[in-house]
């Protein structure tokens, strides 16, 4: 169907796609049947809700994060004050604000109160348009929790807002969410290949406006004109050519709009309807729709409406040809039209021949919803002469939800002494007539008049949810309170990046699959082959899983299925060395014994295990945004899909097989299995904390020779471009062509091919101007043309972060690693009653952390310049989790050696039954170790530049995590239980003296 869409939209002199005649196409395939089963059918529109999305950076698109400038809320709060004491506060803050997490406000406050501290906020914000809020008496933490909860509210405006503006902008699946205490907002638009038209989109003040309305009997013969207009070309067609189809086409290629004409395009669905509103003066609480108490005029008033609906429809009706007939449907005020119809309609009233038809150059405007049968209704505005709102949004003074006198939502709103004059002539000339309130070019209620409103202060009631009341309250404060926001965050990945990204991703998820799946049947023979159906029902699951709940698949959620691949036979690697253990024993057991016993026993260690995986999982979640998120996501669906497969399936099939002995199993070996080791590992222990020290030591060195690590643009801040050439480049001679214009702060490095480049600057990193951005890239193009004969080379990705958004991921970024392994040490020390269990297992995990970054800053001493970014993190907390995992399955053992060791008065010491619980652990810590190996090498090597980084962290960790469960974390538990012990030898001796 895509295919099939871009063939229709596409213009076969140009080649471009157009955007509204490929939506179009969509539209009218949206209920065509295109999978059947014998007890249900999927259309078009069914199949494509559920399919899995895919993220920015498989399928290309723009990637922004806008910040609502507090500033400029608290500056419209106090009237724009220019209160010295004031912008002395302001500025202060701002500083403030570069080294700490704390709100804004908080630091505003703090700012005014060391500056002036026997002065009072008060003085500042107790105008009348706060007065029923702030009094001149008012404290100043009083005063904060009034301009706290405005910041918040505006941030909620902008966030309905650019939700709206998104809607509109006719992007599949589209992403926009607050980010909590952060006052920003993250926007992921796929597919998006215009980013400066998103900036404009984005970046654009809100703009409320009141308009008058024309009635429909008013302009009845501008639509009969129309209709007739739309015949006339209906018949031409079909004379010229005898397809009517024609027709269609030529209106999707209209003209481009007019600047004086308002018109909205395709719009989010939901059910409301805007025109039955009641606009009275504030206090009457007139319910047109749900009151028996209206005066005569509006009694008249609505006669004559009818009246004239009744005049419009015999009117117009008679006279409409099949073309208008199918794209208006007369609802009694209004013309009206389905969605998808829209911008056929809007490309007809761009024609200046069509708009000459209407009253003065009338202005149009959809509503922002459709009724509750799927109808848009048009709304034709009376147009002045300068083709001003006869009233704007910034005389709004204040607008909240409130209940009538009937208990029903309504919303009432006050304006200030301008608002009010004019107010009371706009309310005073259309009594018994709706005016329309318009944001961004879209109808959100059109109110009738009940009654001149002299006061200001008005009441809009009617057919309102509680939830649509408080919308049309925060739309009309949106005119009080301007929220402008400011792009802090920017990545735009190109399509042929992305498909690159998917192939490669695809390659080292089916490469990994493969290699484990032998490596399974040859470990394992008939087990093995069990555990990967296991395997591929658990791919099976996730991607459903992911489908199903609407997710977005990411390069790094792909990685994380990859992951995934590697760690779901861990489960049942633990199962099957558990039945060989039983199988070995001296007296013999019986298979289905064996098989019975090994599930039984490996339970604990299951669970244990996967469950401190999964909470480092909701730790990357919560902490974590964009494709790190997604890296999240599929890890905990993976690890709770994992469990079911590796725990029912696996055992349903190994059962039917094996019942009745009918059929042995085994679990034999094609290939040398490890047999009970014998290892002294404890003894080896200070060994192993010697070579540990020793390389983190190196790392160290490293880090002081490189002046730090290699942080990203996340971490510190920038802007970085992905450059593709048309033939080879030298990263050396690039970075030598840009150094004479970047000052400092320059990183080039060759990215995947031989000819693509990625360049990194922190030049003007403090100016996150669009300006700035246009000027660093202008250099960078510039710079580089020499190497692609004198053309500029083609920018396949580029992003940007702001210094303040780097701080705060970098801070962020730190509390994720420390709450984690808080987290990890609790839960052990719960779920094993000892606290050196708990101290063993962070002291693995320190080692772990310091063991990878160790590893990067070497790596970059070498040459390999590997990046520390968001991405890095998620690779960090997953080492934690698999290391964790290692470490809990060898302590799980540990505690059961113990119990069976006291239980039997064997008399052993604790460092036998550590050395004996490692021992007996080996063969599955190898083989757990070996299938994730595979895989992750496997990501190192074919998942491409982007995930490089990643995969090598992950390998490094993997390495070193399977090490220091072994030499790290049981020898510490050892270390803490001899000191334990000693104190209590000791405490007992004193005692006794």
């Not at 078009?44 to 993220?55: A, C, F, I, M």
């Not at 984005?202 to 129309?226: C, R």
């Not at 590796?646 to 009745?660: C, H, K, P, V």
């Not at 040459?863 to 290692?886: H, K, P, R």
């Amino acid at each position: 169907m895509q295919q099939k869409a871009e063939e229709y939209a596409r213009n076969p002199k140009t080649g471009v796609v157009s955007n509204s005649k490929k939506q179009k196409y969509f539209d009218s395939v949206d209920n065509q049947v295109v999978y059947k089963l014998p007890w249900a059918s999927y259309d078009y529109k069914e199949v494509k809700q559920k399919e899995l999305s895919l993220g920015l950076d498989l399928q290309g698109g723009m990637h922004v994060v806008v910040e609502v400038s507090p500033i400029e809320i608290i500056k419209a709060l106090s009237g724009s004050s220019a209160s010295v004491k004031l912008n002395r506060s302001l500025q202060e803050a701002q500083k403030a604000q570069a080294n700490s997490q704390e709100k804004f406000i908080f630091l505003f406050q703090k700012a005014f109160d060391k500056l002036y501290p026997n002065d009072k906020l008060a003085d500042i914000f107790a105008s009348s348009a706060n007065r029923e809020k702030i009094r001149t008496n008012s404290t100043n933490d009083e005063v904060i929790a009034f301009i706290g909860k405005e910041v918040d509210e505006g941030i909620d405006r902008a966030f309905e807002i650019l939700r709206r503006r998104i809607d509109k902008f006719g992007v599949a699946n589209p992403n926009i969410q607050k980010l909590p205490g952060s006052g920003r907002i993250m926007i992921e638009l796929p597919g998006v290949d215009n980013p400066e038209r998103v900036r404009k989109l984005i970046s654009g003040v809100a703009k409320l406006e009141f308009w008058e309305l024309y009635e429909l009997n008013e302009i009845a013969l501008s639509f009969s004109q129309l209709n007739q207009y739309m015949t006339k070309l209906e018949k031409a067609a079909q004379k010229t050519t005898g397809d009517s189809t024609k027709t269609e086409t030529k209106v999707d290629t209209a003209k481009k709009t007019d600047d004086n004409l308002l018109v909205a395009g395709d719009t989010t669905a939901q059910e409301t309807d805007s025109t039955e509103n009641s606009l009275v003066a504030g206090g009457t609480k007139t319910d047109s729709s749900k009151t028996d108490s209206a005066n005569t005029k509006k009694d008249t008033a609505k006669k004559a409406d009818t009246a004239k609906k009744k005049d419009v429809k015999k009117d117009t009706t008679q006279q409409i040809g099949s073309k208008f007939a199918r794209l208006f449907k007369n609802n009694g005020r209004n013309y009206a039209a389905l969605v998808k119809d829209t911008a056929e309609i809007n490309s007809y009233l761009r024609r200046p021949e069509v708009r000459r038809m209407f009253k003065g150059n009338a202005l149009f405007f959809w509503d922002v919803k459709p009724d509750a049968n799927g109808l848009l209704s048009l709304h034709i505005a009376k147009n002045t002469r300068g083709g001003k709102a006869p009233l704007e949004g910034d005389v709004v003074v204040d607008a909240r939800q409130e209940f009538d006198q009937n208990s029903q939502p309504e919303v009432s709103m006050r304006m200030n002494q301008l608002g009010t004059n004019e107010w009371k002539k706009l309310t005073r000339a259309n009594v018994g007539r709706r005016v329309a309130i318009v944001l961004d070019g879209n109808v959100y209620s059109a109110p009738t008049v009940q009654n001149e409103i002299p006061s200001g202060n008005s009441s809009i009631s009617g057919s309102f949810s509680i939830e649509e009341a408080k919308d049309l309250a925060n739309i009309l404060k949106a005119g009080k309170l301007p929220a402008p926001v400011r792009i802090v965050e920017e990545a735009i990945v190109g399509p042929s990046l992305g498909q690159k990204s998917i192939n490669q991703g695809l390659q080292s998820m089916l490469v990994g699959l493969g290699l484990v799946v032998v490596f399974m049947i040859l470990y394992y023979k008939l087990g093995g082959a069990i555990a990967n159906v296991a395997l591929l029902a658990n791919i099976f699951f996730i991607v459903g899983i992911l489908a199903q709940f609407g997710a977005v698949l990411t390069l790094p959620g792909i990685a994380g299925i990859v992951l995934t691949i590697g760690m779901s036979v861990d489960a049942n690697v633990l199962i099957y060395e558990r039945i060989r253990e039983e199988l070995r024993r001296e007296q013999a057991v019986k298979l289905p014994m064996a098989i019975k016993l090994g599930y039984e026993k490996a339970y604990s260690s299951i669970i244990d295990a996967n469950v401190t995986t999964f909470l480092i999982g909701a730790i990357l979640y919560s902490f974590g945004s964009g494709g790190v998120k997604g890296f999240a996501v599929t890890l905990m669906i993976g690890i709770a899909c994992s469990l079911f497969s590796a725990i029912f399936i696996t055992r349903l099939i190994i059962e039917a097989i094996s019942r009745g002995g009918k059929r042995n199993i085994g679990f034999s070996s094609f290939i040398p299995t490890m047999g009970k080791a014998n290892i002294q590992f404890i003894k080896l222990r200070k060994k192993a904390y010697m070579g540990s020290a020793a390389f983190i030591t190196c790392g160290i060195i490293a880090m002081v020779i490189n002046g730090g690590l290699n942080l990203g643009v996340d971490f510190k801040g920038g802007r970085s471009y992905v450059v593709k050439f048309e033939k080879s480049v030298a990263a050396t001679d690039a970075r030598q062509a840009l150094t004479d214009s970047f000052k400092g702060g320059l990183e080039v490095k060759t990215f995947g091919a031989s000819n693509q480049i990625k360049v990194t600057t922190s030049y003007l990193i403090d100016d996150e101007s669009q300006e700035a951005d246009k000027k660093v890239k202008a250099m960078v193009l510039n710079g580089l043309k020499k190497f692609n004969d004198g053309k500029a080379p083609s920018v396949e990705s580029s992003s940007k972060v702001g210094s303040t958004i780097a701080d705060d991921i970098r801070n962020t970024a730190q509390t994720a690693v420390l709450f984690s392994l808080v987290v990890i040490f609790i839960y052990i020390v719960v779920r094993f009653r000892r606290w050196q269990y708990g101290a063993g297992a962070i002291a693995a995990l320190f080692h772990d952390v310091l063991f990878v970054l160790s590893a990067f800053s070497i790596a970059h001493l070498l040459g390999f310049t590997l990046e520390i970014d968001q991405v890095f993190i998620a690779a960090i907390l997953t080492v934690i989790g698999y290391s964790i995992n290692d470490t809990v399955v060898v302590f799980d053992r540990i505690r059961e050696e113990d119990e069976d060791n006291t239980k039997g008065h064997r008399g052993q010491a604790f460092s036998e039954v550590l050395n004996n619980a490692i021992n007996n652990t080996l063969s599955r810590t190898v083989m757990t170790s070996t299938t994730t190996l595979v895989v992750v090498l496997t990501l190192f090597l074919a998942g491409g530049e982007v995930l490089r980084g990643f995969s090598f962290a992950l390998l490094i960790g993997v390495l070193v995590g399977t090490y220091s469960s072994v030499f790290i974390a049981s020898p510490v538990v050892l270390d803490f239980y001899n000191m334990q012990q000693k104190k209590d030898k000791k405490k007992v001796t004193e005692a006794a003296k």
